[in-house]
Each structure stands twice: as structure tokens, then as C-alpha cells.
């Protein structure tokens, strides 16, 4: 995607990696040579709270660290979507799970893909759907290379699970690939 500034929201409910995905795509932005910043916030609950995870990059510099109208918005639960559908810009896109109900006319597109459910079967762990999402978000966008994101998920992830994460964002960038139109 060429774009100067680029603003997206990831949101979902405590425990699915919302943050975790923001800080990777930041930081993968940042391995690619752009600017980027990465704010967050979540509910008081440890689990099932709403939770978000704002990126901005740019080739510029970035004057303000807040999303104000994302371009974006990757989310992985019917809440999330609820609560942030209307902040997205006039043309915005929603890139979410398949399981959530996108009723609304007020996005140009919506990417409604089995995420969790290609996390869980594919992947074969269902803490794995917040980095599916990820592969999926830079497939269709191509906002940072395959290369960065890969880089930035072996520094963020624990040891053990750098495998697992890997096959995830393979199965994110596999689900996004049979999309036939590319944003």
C-alpha cells in the first residue's frame, strides 16, 4: 500500500494478542526504514475486556501518536467491531474475523475471513489467531515486508512459540492470498 501516513486499529477482547499484533506491525514498520508509534489500551479485566492496539506509520515524521480515523480496522470480536466500526474513515476497511456480523454500509470493504478458526485448525492453537490476523492485515495491505514482520515476531514472541507464530502468520498471509480483490 503507498501511503505517506498510514492509521490502523487492532481490537479485540483481553487475551487474544491485540497489543502484542500492534507492537509487531509497529515494529516491522520500523525494521522497514518508516516511522512508527504504537498506543494501547484495555479494559480493567484480565480476560474479555475490550482491548486495542493503535498503529500509525509513516514516512514522515508523526506529530501525533493517536489514530484519529483509522484506515483500518482488524478486528477479532463482534464488540471490538461494534464499538470502533464508526470511527473508521469514509472509506475504511474492516479486515475481521468471519465470525462477526459487518452489517454496515458505512466501510467501502469488509475482508471477512476464518481467523480464528484457521488459527485453532491450521495453526492448531487459538492464541495463535491474533498473529493469523497480522499475516492477513500485511497480505492485504503490504504496508511492511514479509521479511520485517518475520524479524519483528521472532524479537516480540517468546522463545518457544517463534515456530508456532511463524506458521501462523504463513496460515494469515495464506487466508488473505485467496482474497481476490487486493486493497
Known amino acids: 500500500m503507498m501511503i505517506t501516513k498510514f492509521e490502523m486499529r487492532f481490537a479485540g477482547t483481553g487475551g487474544?494478542?491485540?497489543i502484542l499484533a500492534g507492537i509487531i506491525l509497529a515494529?516491522?514498520?520500523?525494521?522497514?526504514?518508516?516511522?512508527?508509534?504504537?498506543?494501547q489500551s484495555y479494559g480493567p479485566e484480565a480476560r474479555g475486556g475490550a482491548s486495542k492496539s493503535e498503529v500509525?506509520?509513516?514516512d514522515d515524521i508523526i506529530d501525533y501518536p493517536k489514530v484519529q480515523k483509522p484506515d483500518i480496522l482488524a478486528v477479532l470480536s463482534q464488540k471490538a467491531y461494534i464499538m470502533y466500526k464508526n470511527d473508521l474513515k469514509s472509506d475504511g476497511i474492516v479486515i475481521a474475523d468471519n465470525s462477526i456480523i459487518a452489517n454496515d454500509n458505512a466501510v467501502n470493504k469488509v475482508f471477512l475471513l476464518?481467523?480464528?478458526?484457521?488459527?485453532k485448525n491450521d495453526v492448531g492453537s487459538l492464541f495463535t489467531a491474533n498473529i493469523v490476523l497480522l499475516g492477513a492485515v500485511a497480505e492485504l495491505t503490504r504496508i511492511v515486508s514479509k521479511e520485517?514482520?518475520?524479524?519483528?515476531?521472532?524479537?516480540?514472541?517468546?522463545?518457544?512459540?517463534?515456530?508456532?507464530?511463524e506458521k501462523a502468520l504463513e496460515a494469515g498471509y495464506s487466508i488473505a492470498g485467496n482474497v481476490l480483490i487486493k486493497i
Open 114 to 119: 476464518p481467523i480464528i478458526e484457521t488459527a
Open 16 to 18: 487474544q494478542g491485540i
Open 56 to 58: 500509525i506509520i509513516s
Open 148 to 165: 520485517s514482520l518475520l524479524k519483528a515476531i521472532i524479537q516480540k514472541v517468546p522463545k518457544d512459540t517463534v515456530k508456532l507464530n
Open 27 to 39: 515494529e516491522a514498520a520500523l525494521l522497514d526504514g518508516k516511522n512508527s508509534v504504537e498506543t
